[in-house]
């Protein structure tokens, strides 16, 4: 799942770095629409701001995707720092990060919102923040664990080097350009899709996610017990 880097490289966690491998960094761009999932925001966005003035709705969704870009890029570039300074094993948090993303596919297949996202208290928050495009929408219900722990996984192997760390800053940069354009059209996507489609895209997510959370779950357990392997 790692950033290819060498392809003839045999070490699956750290690669020297030259060409980025295109087809990884695809792959966390879907990874990473996926547990964003801005569509799935477009009904707490409207019920916020729906009778708000457009220009008040683009700075939002402007202030949403910054944030986005924000985190995500800082997690790819200091995630591998922050492993190592507690000591924790990329085979440990690939573990984690899987069963966190693993809650969250089934949520997303039960058309809910998880709890890991956003609480009801910052529902409340956000009826009354006058930033809301930052928090709590761009953090934590689109930026949030599920995300960060799967950019720092793809962080951690690229074997820490700027070239690759700065590869990782392409899908987050196109994630958050999804974000702003989902919600700069959150409107007429909520009058052409309506609560159903919404749903529907929600669940088809969900089970992406699921398989991904697995695939992550699988690799961790490898990292931790290499004879499962054998």
């Known amino acids: 799942m790692g950033l290819r880097y060498n392809p003839t490289h045999r070490n699956l966690a750290r690669f020297p770095l ?4 295109w087809g990884e960094l695809i792959k966390l761009t879907v990874a990473l ?4 999932e801005p569509f799935g925001t477009v009904p707490l966005f409207l019920g916020v ?3 708000s003035p457009p220009g008040v ?3 939002a969704a402007r202030s949403a995707a910054i944030t986005v870009f924000a985190v995500l890029g800082l997690s790819a570039l200091a995630g591998d ?3 190592a300074l507690f000591g924790i094993s990329i085979g440990s948090f690939m573990v984690g990060g899987g069963l966190l993303l693993l809650i969250l596919s089934v949520s997303m297949l039960q058309a809910k919102e998880s709890r890991i996202r956003q609480t009801p208290e910052e529902v409340a928050e956000a009826n009354q923040s006058q930033a809301i495009g930052v928090v709590p ?3 934590p219900l689109l930026a949030g664990p599920g995300a960060i722990s799967t950019v720092i996984i793809y962080a951690h192997e690229t074997g820490g080097e700027m070239p690759g760390l700065l590869a990782l800053l392409v899908p987050v940069a196109v994630v958050a350009g999804v974000v702003w354009m989902t ?3 959150a409107g007429a996507i909520a009058r052409r899709m309506g609560t159903t489609g919404l749903n529907i895209m929600t669940r088809v997510m969900g089970l992406i996610l699921a398989a991904l959370a697995v695939e992550i779950m699988a690799r961790g357990l490898l990292q931790l017990f290499p004879g499962l392997g054998a």
Do not use: E, F, H, N
């Open 137 to 139: 929408i761009g953090l």
């Open 57 to 59: 709705q683009a700075k």
């Open 33 to 36: 629409v996926v547990i964003v």
């Open 81 to 83: 720092t922050i492993l």
């Open 49 to 51: 701001l729906g009778t």
């Open 183 to 185: 919600l700069r059209s």
């Open 18 to 21: 030259a060409v980025p491998d």
